[in-house]
């Protein structure tokens, strides 16, 4: 855990209105993201909830969870200014290139080693940031009331849904899913298949939902970074592996093309081929409403 105390920022004098009008006027830190370099220690970037009239800003929320309860190296959240639709999070700048940059250069070892210190990270996020007691599936929402819920693996026409209102109710939307895609497929009602259910045998935990090449920083000293967890909530642990896979199935989205990334997945989050297979089988049904 970070129990260092943290030092003064070089934005901290400023307003709300003055951090939106420097973000404004601020250069990109990459061409391809919206994050912009405020000054020498500090970025900004916009995070959007789908549900965007809400008081409080969910990525923000996540981040400051994992930075006080892990030792996972995330950015420190400075200020969060909200903007009419959406929040600036002005966070540390962390010097360093995207993983995605560096990664074709490395050796196996190096690569390996990388997947190791991954692994680790996960592990944290499932023993220290689980969901309290209660508490429904999606973004943090900092006691508010459930909030909808983004992820990949709702589908690529309607990748949000909800908001349920407890995990139970999540796990009967995927189930129910589930028949539409068996009486889509003609599957015989007393095939076995049709007994198989969502798995919510596990806690939620906090789950990243973009872990690829991109979304990652090497720093200092080699130190891995975890950026941009606009996707993040509480879902089922396996999320994060399934997430994983379909963030990584094209080059433009992971940094790479890279097989070895791919076939480290399992290792980095659990080998859950059973909930990969489910979800293959039932996701004709997430293209409708």
Known sequence: MHTDIPQPSDIDHLSDAELIELYRRSSKVHPDYGVRKLSPATVAKVSTDIDDSEPVCS????LNLVFTATTIP????????????????????IDGPLLAQVWPTLSIWRKLCVAFTLRRYIRQLRRFTRAPAGAPPGPLSGGEPPRTCESPLFGPVIPYRGPFASYAEMSAFFNERHQMAMDLKNVPKDDPARKE???????????????NLRNIIVGEGGRLWLIDWGWSGYYPPWFEYATM????????VSGTDDKLWRALIPFICGPYFRQERWLVDMSIALYYV
């Open 245 to 252: 896979l379909t963030q990584n199935e094209y080059a433009h």
């Open 74 to 93: 995330v950015p420190r959240v400075r200020r969060v200014a909200r903007r009419e639709w959406d929040f600036l999070i002005v966070m540390d700048y």
């Open 59 to 62: 990525e923000a929320n996540a």
């Open 197 to 211: 259910l969502f798995d919510d045998s596990e806690p939620l935990v906090l789950c990243h939902q973009d872990l």
